[in-house]
């Protein structure tokens, strides 16, 4: 299997790692707590039920040992180095009591392996290998204890099977198989979930810069988007302004020029505008000259024809001029009335016929 690719640690993974090993050790310690009270309770009760009142002692460290890991169970202020110092402690303290007090026989051992385990975990390989060391000089003193006759705390049944080197020489090289085969897979395993959480934490990263930037770039789109529309209502207004200029051409006469197709909506703004324009000027005569209209048409004429009527509302004359022929057959052809509006050829035409 490939090995993980290498990520470089980053504030967010090592966050991420950290509470692993704290949701871990919270865990741990409270099934500690459990476990550890009912084998107190079991414990002490076999002990003293087997050898009496010289049970007190054993039973007095079991109790201190339990009621420091309620401790470290409880004391959740304490920083998770200590908390986990103070666990591999107890259970090494743990392990070593039942190595010495056992020997080969007791669970020393098992229980040595795990607290590796723990300092593999919150204190890296460094930590697991001085575990390691510190349990392999235990056991070697533990042997020397053994071997020499020393061992008076334990029976002589218990002694007699453990008293030689070979013995111990065996077990010592059964326990670091049996810590090699636990340990490596599991350090493999820790570092295949180290290079998860880089890879991890490295790709949220980079989505969250994305996010960013698309947001940035939505935040900007809008922005052009703002000014566009400001910018087209802007260049409409000016070409409403600029489509049908107004010019005074004689003293309160005004000549409206209108160039280009007339639909529903110029009409309505060819309305508004002279209106207002007449009516800001007082305006007495208005020209509005047709000659740039393309196709005259129902349309056109009534839109005219309204102008013309909203014209002399305010009291100012409209006079209609450049309707060429094309455009007078279409306006005969369609039944158009313009009897009601003043014609001329021209808008100088209207001019010299004004009153002086």
């Not at 959740?76 to 986990?84: D, E, F, H, I, K």
């Not at 040595?112 to 385990?117: F, N, S």
Request: aromatic residues 6%.
């Amino acid at each position: 299997m490939d090995s993980p690719q290498p990520y470089p640690p980053n504030e967010q993974a090592n966050a991420v790692i950290a509470r692993w090993r704290l949701q871990i050790l919270n865990n741990l310690l409270w099934v500690l707590v459990g476990l550890g009270g009912l084998a107190l309770v079991l414990g002490a009760w076999s002990d003293y039920n087997a050898i009496g009142e010289r049970a007190l002692p054993n039973i007095s460290i079991y109790t201190v040992a339990y009621l420091l890991v309620v401790a470290a169970a409880a004391l959740r202020q304490l920083s998770l180095t200590v908390r986990a110092l103070l666990l591999l402690t107890i259970l090494g303290t743990t392990a070593t009591f039942l190595l010495i007090f056992f020997g080969l026989a007791g669970s020393g051992r098992v229980l040595w392996i795990g607290v590796i385990v723990l300092a593999l975990v919150y204190f890296g390989s460094w930590g697991g290998m001085i575990a390691l060391a510190l349990s392999l000089v235990i056991m070697i003193i533990t042997a020397a204890i053994y071997v020499s006759g020393n061992a008076t705390f334990v029976t002589a049944e218990s002694l007699a099977i453990q008293d030689t080197i070979a013995d111990w020489a065996g077990a010592i090289s059964l326990y670091l198989a049996s810590a090699a085969l636990a340990l490596a897979p599991f350090l493999y395993l820790w570092r295949r979930l180290e290079g998860l959480a880089q890879r991890t934490t490295a790709e949220a990263a980079r989505a969250r810069m994305h996010a960013q930037q698309v947001e940035q770039h939505a935040t900007q789109l809008e922005q052009q988007t703002a000014q566009l529309q400001a910018t087209e209502q802007m260049l409409r207004k000016l070409v409403q302004s600029l489509e049908t200029p107004t010019v005074e051409i004689a003293h309160d006469v005004l000549l409206a020029p209108i160039v280009g197709q007339i639909d529903s909506q110029r009409a309505d703004q060819l309305l508004k505008r002279l209106l207002d324009v007449v009516s800001t000027r007082r305006a007495r005569v208005v020209v509005i000259d047709v000659a740039g209209v393309p196709a005259f048409d129902t349309m056109a004429a009534q839109s005219l024809i309204q102008t013309v009527q909203a014209l002399r509302l305010i009291g100012s004359e409209a006079v209609i001029t450049g309707i060429s022929p094309t455009m007078a057959q279409t306006i005969t052809a369609l039944g158009i009335d313009m009897n009601t509006i003043a014609t001329a050829r021209s808008p100088q035409d209207v001019l010299l016929h004004l009153p002086s």
